[in-house]
């Protein structure tokens, strides 16, 4: 029997399985350092952006990715997605496309893809995203002016370059597109803003339209979520396709973690979290959660932020190492 620090060893790129409001259980691939991104969005959940770019290269090794799939695949855990998600932009990974062909080799799961849509307009981008089951972009806005202050992004990055890449992707994806608008209160949530927006959505043709509001700490204080009432009238301007982002509730337990102390450390790492959703992701009881919380804030790994009346739980320094 191999000695137990042999058995396992931590996972560097892939995290959960987590609950997802969009995607059930969803395995979590992780391929760009913490904060690599074309964006510094203002409500971002993971803090300032490291390093602004729109540099592709190989940002972490897609062997080691792949190893680390395939270890957890093996596990026959519940996971019904495999999702390209975490620190940064995953776009900017040049292996992108090939990371997605690999795991279709392995598994029959579903790929989903979260992006700010930012080189969407690059035709390499669009090639590396066509075996994707499900690409899901962000688009907040249709003028200039309001995208660069909610996405302050690459100066390169403007927003009729965003819509014209989404379009062209558009023509020649097959897989479905889930577009997401992230609404801020008094920023981009004013009827007329989403009548200009319906425009552009009409020409992009989304298999769905995703309504989102900041729900965790964002990166800028004034960065304050909308009412469901706002929410519901910008449904009715935006069609049939639209839907409000619901919380989502598991209807079974994710099987049990053999290290839960390094899976909590690995989940706030990459979003601050609550107690429930730790309960939710781990299957453990709040007093089992709170004793490994304590004894991360005794560590100094993590802290405690308040947002909306909630307890969040993120990263000491609002930063990782690598997340």
Request: aromatic letters at 6%; one cysteine or more.
């Amino acid at each position: 029997m191999p000695h137990q620090s042999q058995k396992r060893q931590s996972r560097k790129y892939i995290y959960g399985p987590v609950p997802s409001r969009r995607l059930g259980f969803s395995l979590g691939i992780d391929i760009i350092p913490h904060k690599n991104c074309s964006f510094d969005c203002i409500y971002c959940q993971l803090g300032k952006t490291m390093d602004k770019t729109t540099l592709r290269q190989v940002y972490t090794p897609a062997h080691e990715i792949l190893h680390e799939i395939r270890d957890v695949l093996d596990k026959n855990q519940r996971i019904d997605f495999l999702t390209f998600s975490g620190s940064g932009e995953p776009t900017l990974h040049k292996d992108i496309g090939y990371l997605i062909n690999e795991i279709k080799k392995l598994t029959k799961i579903p790929i989903a893809v979260l992006t700010n849509g930012s080189l969407l307009h690059v035709s390499e981008v669009r090639n590396d995203l066509m075996n994707a089951d499900i690409v899901i972009p962000t688009l907040c806005t249709a003028d200039n002016a309001t995208f660069r202050k909610i996405h302050r992004g690459h100066e390169t990055v403007d927003i009729d370059t965003v819509i014209e890449g989404y379009v062209k992707f558009r023509a020649t994806y097959r897989g479905q597109i889930w577009l997401e608008l992230m609404l801020i209160r008094g920023i981009n949530d004013k009827p007329e803003q989403i009548r200009d927006l319906k425009k552009v959505i009409d020409r992009i043709n989304p298999d769905k339209i995703h309504l989102n509001t900041v729900v965790r700490p964002p990166n800028e204080e004034y960065a304050r979520p909308v009412s469901l009432k706002t929410m519901q009238i910008i449904k009715e301007i935006l069609g049939d396709k639209c839907q409000i982002i619901v919380d989502f509730k598991p209807e079974t337990k994710v099987e049990q973690h053999d290290n839960q102390l390094e899976k909590i450390t690995a989940i706030i790492a990459r979003r601050p979290v609550t107690i429930d959703d730790l309960t939710k992701i781990t299957s453990m009881d709040r007093t089992q959660v709170l004793k490994y919380i304590h004894t991360l804030i005794k560590k100094g790994i993590i802290e405690v932020s308040k947002h909306s009346g909630d307890e969040y739980y993120r990263k000491a320094g609002g930063s990782d190492d690598r997340t």
